[in-house]
C-alpha cells in the first residue's frame, strides 16, 4: 500500500521549453501532495505544498510562475517548470499524505530527473 | 527556528558492527519524528513514524527510538545492502510540512 508514481522518471529538455512532471497517487487519495527538489549529496529541499482543489502554497524564494504546480483530483499533482533553464536541472519529487490515515507520514515517488541542456 | 541535526554525516560499519545513527531535533510541538532511507538516484523509502517521547518501533534490523529532543535509529548487524542514506524528519504541530535533516550516508563492508 501507500504507493506513489511520478512520471516522467527522466527527462530532457532544451532551455526556454517547458516541462511537465505528474505525481500520482495509486492506492489512497491525497487531499495534500508535496514538491520537493534535491541536488546532489544535499537533502530535500520543500518547494511548495499542493492542496486539492486550491492553489499550492509555496515556500520562501520559490518562483510561483516558474513553477505551476496543478492539483486537479485527490489522485493526481502536477509539476510544470515553465521556460527552464540549465540552473532548472535537478531531480524533483513528490510525496503524498494519505487523507484517510489520520496522521502526517508522506510517502515519496520514485523522482524524476529534469536535465535542461 | 525549527531545526533537524542528523550525525554523523557519514558512517563506515564493516557487515555486521551495530551502530546509531543520531537526529536531533528542535520544534515548537512535535507532530511527528519520520525516518525514511534514501538508496541513490530514488525517492525516499519510509521506514519509520514516531509521535511521542519514550516510542519506540522495529522493522528487521532496524529499530528507531525517540525522546523529547532526539531520536535514534539502530541498525543491528548490518549487511551491505542497509548502505543507503538515512534521512530524519519532523512535522511541527499545526503542519503537514517536513523539515528535514541533511541525512547520515551508510555504507556496509562486507
Known amino acids: 500500500g501507500a504507493v506513489v508514481s511520478q512520471h516522467p522518471s527522466w527527462v530532457i529538455c532544451k532551455s526556454g521549453t517547458s516541462v511537465k512532471i505528474e505525481c500520482r497517487s495509486l492506492d489512497f487519495q491525497a487531499t495534500t501532495m508535496f514538491w520537493y527538489r534535491q541536488f546532489p549529496k544535499q537533502s530535500l529541499m520543500l518547494m511548495a505544498t499542493s492542496n486539492e482543489g486550491s492553489k499550492a502554497t509555496y515556500e520562501q524564494g520559490v518562483e510561483k510562475d516558474k513553477f505551476l504546480i496543478n492539483h486537479a483530483s485527490l489522485t493526481l499533482s502536477t509539476l510544470t517548470v515553465t521556460s527552464a533553464h540549465p540552473e532548472d536541472s535537478s531531480f524533483y519529487i513528490c510525496?503524498?499524505?494519505?487523507?484517510?490515515?489520520?496522521?502526517?507520514?508522506?510517502?515519496f515517488g520514485p523522482g524524476t530527473r529534469l536535465t535542461v541542456l | 527556528e525549527d531545526q533537524v541535526t542528523q550525525s554523523p554525516e557519514a558512517l563506515r560499519l564493516q557487515e555486521g558492527e551495530s551502530s546509531s545513527l543520531n537526529c536531533s531535533y528542535t520544534?515548537?510541538?512535535?507532530?511527528?519524528l519520520f525516518w525514511y532511507r534514501q538508496d541513490p538516484g530514488k525517492g525516499p523509502e519510509f521506514l519509520f513514524t514516531?509521535?511521542?517521547a519514550g516510542e519506540e518501533k522495529e522493522k528487521e534490523r532496524l529499530k528507531a527510538t525517540l525522546t523529547k529532543k532526539e531520536s535514534f535509529l539502530h541498525i543491528t548487524a548490518p549487511k551491505p545492502e542497509d548502505s543507503a542514506t538515512y534521512l530524519c524528519a519532523v512535522q511541527a504541530s499545526g503542519t503537514y510540512k517536513y523539515i528535514f535533516g541533511t541525512g547520515t550516508r551508510l555504507k556496509v563492508l562486507a
Open positions: 520544534v515548537s510541538g512535535l507532530r511527528g
Open positions: 510525496s503524498a499524505r494519505d487523507r484517510l490515515a489520520g496522521e502526517g507520514t508522506q510517502y
Open positions: 514516531l509521535y511521542s
